[in-house]
């Protein structure tokens, strides 16, 4: 099981999961986020430092210059897109990145439909809560993951939404043939971007 920490806002939090061995660390570019990098993070340091984690710039209906400009400016090597984005930009970034198309779940949707315009421009799907504010603004609601269940989906996915050390058994126990990795933010948090790395670390030894 793959692990992602989102909203990383300090570049010593970067070592320190790296050195944990996580997966994924993902830079919110997204301006509403009280996890916004801004100019808690220096570019050049991020870009030149050696990380066996891949570093995952997450934006919001981004103009493509901009995503372009943080891929080159941070060293990205994975972009998620969280907001209404076409295929035709995620075909468009997938030549220069690996792609998370991210969806928001209400518990409504028929997933198979919803993902069906990206399963060839795109690398990874992530599953979310309802909306942006409960993505970024950490109110920690989770959707009912049955939903994906009943998916065939066909493309490696991470879990996400509100998410804590206390769901790893049940993050564990969840089956589908495609779960790639499990997503997680402001559960594991002290104060918005910053991560507590003892919880982190309980979680992943959970997660074995």
């Not at 998620?80 to 969806?103: W, Y």
């Not at 809560?129 to 269940?149: M, P, Y």
């Not at 065939?152 to 509100?162: D, M, Q, V, Y």
Request: charged fraction near 30%; charge should be negative.
């Amino acid at each position: 099981m793959n692990i992602k920490i989102c909203g990383i806002t300090e570049m010593k939090q970067l070592q320190q999961l790296d050195g944990l061995d996580i997966d994924f660390a993902g830079l919110i570019f997204y301006p509403d986020s009280p996890r916004y990098v801004g100019d808690k993070l220096n570019k050049k340091e991020i870009k030149k430092a050696d990380f066996d984690l891949k570093k995952v710039g997450v934006f919001v209906n981004p103009e493509m210059i901009d995503v372009l400009d943080a891929i080159d400016d941070y060293g990205l090597e994975v972009v998620q897109l969280h907001g209404d984005e076409s295929p035709e930009m995620c075909e468009d970034l997938s030549s220069e990145v690996e792609v998370i198309k991210a969806f928001r779940i209400t518990g409504n949707e028929d997933i198979d439909k919803l993902v069906a315009p990206y399963d060839a421009v795109c690398d990874y799907y992530l599953f979310d809560t309802g909306g942006l504010k409960e993505s970024f603004g950490g109110t920690g609601q989770q959707f009912d993951w049955n939903i994906l269940s009943k998916a065939k989906i066909e493309k490696p996915f991470f879990l996400s939404g509100g998410i804590g050390v206390e769901d790893a058994a049940k993050v564990k126990a969840f089956k589908h043939p495609d779960l790639f990795g499990v997503d997680i933010n402001s559960k594991f948090e002290s104060a918005p971007g910053v991560k507590d790395m003892k919880l982190i670390l309980q979680f992943k030894q959970v997660m074995k």
